[in-house]
Nanobody
Framework: VQLQASGGGLVQAGDSLRLSCAASGRSISSNGMGWFRQAPGKEREFVAAISWNGGSASYADSVKGRFTISRDNAKNSVYLQMNSLKPEDTAVYYC?????????????????WGQGTQVTVSS
């Protein structure tokens, strides 16, 4: 199973980015999907998660109202729309496949991880 995250980059505060994560090697249509991030010198933290059909989603308080997670099971992909970016959003962003259908905020609930994409927000 491979997860390929893309869409990161260097932007200014207030800008938007859309991250994509494409899965190969297995279907993700039965599993919850999540986005996590890790800033330099900090632990990996939960960002957002979405259920198998997109019917439910959960967000970290720090991104609620600014980020939106979505998925397209036909394309075996999950997305993260990030608006009103702040310098504190700077991190490597990782997508992950959950063990089951959930919107789990605990990284231990995820079986497969992508390689990450760098997001840098300048002030």
């Amino acid at each position: 199973v491979q997860l390929q995250a893309s869409g990161g980059g260097l932007v200014q505060a207030g800008d938007s980015l859309r991250l994509s994560c494409a899965a190969s090697g297995r279907s993700i249509s039965s599993n919850g999907m999540g986005w996590f991030r890790q800033a330099p010198g900090k632990e990996r933290e939960f960002v957002a998660a979405i259920s198998w059909n997109g019917g439910s989603a959960s967000y970290a308080d720090s991104v609620k109202g600014r980020f939106t997670i979505s998925r397209d099971n036909a394309k075996n992909s999950v997305y993260l729309q990030m608006n009103s970016l702040k310098p504190e959003d700077t991190a490597v962003y990782y997508c992950a496949i959950a063990f089951w259908d959930s919107t789990n905020s605990n990284a231990n609930g995820y079986r497969y991880w992508g390689q990450g994409t760098q997001v840098t927000v300048s002030s």
